[in-house]
């Protein structure tokens, strides 16, 4: 980790508005996502970090101390390796990628914005969009107590998506409900195995890539069905010995299916 002094710090302005806020201009096209954070920058934040910086190329970040206040004067700005574990980095701060693709806004003790391209985050926040955002709700009301702050950052970032839990739940026009309609052509016979195949899997990254989320018996069935799929080989010249054919996927993923709406 290198912690030679950045002289040029005027891209920060084009990341944080004078309200102490990222700034309307250079979110557009990105997306903001809180996470926990504790009274400095910790492990878990770092590899988030990390993570992000790799995926765009970043080959470092650069780091502003913050003072206290919206409109207040920065201090010096630093360039840091990707890998900020172990940088004695405490709020305010703010770190960034030299081409602005990303960044991470840390204005105080609890909790850390992270905002950025689609590159960014999906590599920053790979868990996706609505389930940290979910996750940082429930952490904020554990903490609600000792920090108040944090269930205001939670309204202004909530889920974009309901967390499905029933197939009538389902928004019609969302990926999930793309799965379920292969599943009801796979199983009448109007859909063969490799077009379900197929069909299945660009559905369910549409769908993580959304932030949809499925849980409860409804998330345990598709995983089931994800499970059945690792199984089953599009091309029968790449199947391996015990994977299931046609045939049997389509046996495998009926007897699932049945028994889900039987339930």
Same mark, same amino acid.
């Given at each position: 980790?290198?912690?030679?002094?950045?002289?040029?710090?005027?891209?920060?302005?084009?990341?944080?508005?004078?309200?102490?806020?990222?700034?309307?201009?250079?979110?557009?096209?990105?997306?903001?996502?809180?996470?926990?954070?504790?009274?400095?920058?910790?492990?878990?934040? @770092?590899? !988030?970090?990390? %993570?992000?910086?790799? +995926?765009?190329?970043?080959?470092?970040?650069? =780091?502003?101390?913050? &003072? #206290? *206040?919206?409109?207040?004067?920065?201090?010096?700005?630093?360039?840091?390796?990707?890998?900020?574990?172990?940088?004695?980095?405490?709020?305010?701060?703010?770190?960034?990628?030299?081409?602005?693709?990303?960044?991470?806004?840390?204005?105080?003790?609890?909790?850390?914005?992270?905002?950025?391209?689609?590159?960014?985050?999906?590599?920053?926040?790979?868990?996706?969009?609505?389930?940290?955002?979910?996750?940082?709700?429930?952490?904020?009301?554990?903490?609600?107590?000792?920090?108040?702050?944090?269930?205001?950052?939670?309204?202004?970032?909530?889920?974009?998506?309901?967390?499905?839990?029933?197939?009538?739940?389902?928004?019609?026009?969302?990926? @999930?409900? !793309?799965?379920? %309609?292969?599943?009801? +052509?796979?199983?009448?016979?109007?859909?063969? =195995?490799?077009?379900? &195949? #197929? *069909?299945?899997?660009?559905?369910?990254?549409?769908?993580?890539?959304?932030?949809?989320?499925?849980?409860?018996?409804?998330?345990?069935?598709?995983?089931?069905?994800?499970?059945?799929?690792?199984?089953?080989?599009?091309?029968?010249?790449?199947?391996?010995?015990?994977?299931?054919?046609?045939?049997?996927?389509?046996?495998?993923?009926?007897?699932?299916?049945?028994?889900?709406?039987?339930?």
């Amino acid at each position: 980790m290198t912690n030679s002094e950045h002289d040029d710090a005027s891209d920060l302005q084009s990341v944080l508005g004078s309200n102490g806020a990222f700034a309307p201009s250079w979110l557009r096209d990105k997306s903001v996502i809180p996470v926990p954070a504790g009274a400095q920058l910790d492990a878990a934040l @770092a590899r !988030r970090i990390a %993570a992000g910086c790799h +995926a765009v190329g970043a080959p470092y970040v650069l =780091a502003t101390k913050l &003072a #206290h *206040g919206p409109g207040a004067l920065v201090g010096t700005t630093s360039r840091l390796s990707t890998d900020a574990t172990g940088t004695d980095i405490h709020p305010p701060f703010m770190l960034r990628t030299p081409d602005l693709q990303g960044a991470v806004f840390f204005p105080q003790s609890g909790y850390a914005l992270i905002a950025g391209t689609a590159a960014f985050m999906a590599a920053a926040v790979a868990e996706g969009p609505d389930t940290a955002r979910a996750r940082f709700g429930r952490y904020a009301r554990a903490l609600s107590d000792r920090h108040p702050a944090l269930s205001v950052v939670a309204a202004e970032y909530e889920p974009q998506h309901r967390a499905w839990s029933h197939l009538d739940d389902i928004d019609p026009a969302s990926a @999930a409900a !793309r799965q379920v %309609a292969l599943l009801d +052509a796979f199983t009448d016979g109007t859909c063969g =195995a490799p077009d379900f &195949a #197929h *069909g299945w899997w660009e559905a369910r990254r549409a769908s993580q890539a959304s932030g949809e989320r499925v849980q409860g018996a409804l998330g345990d069935f598709f995983d089931q069905v994800f499970m059945i799929l690792e199984d089953y080989s599009v091309d029968p010249e790449f199947a391996e010995p015990g994977d299931l054919d046609d045939a049997g996927l389509e046996a495998a993923v009926r007897t699932a299916w049945n028994a889900f709406r039987q339930q």
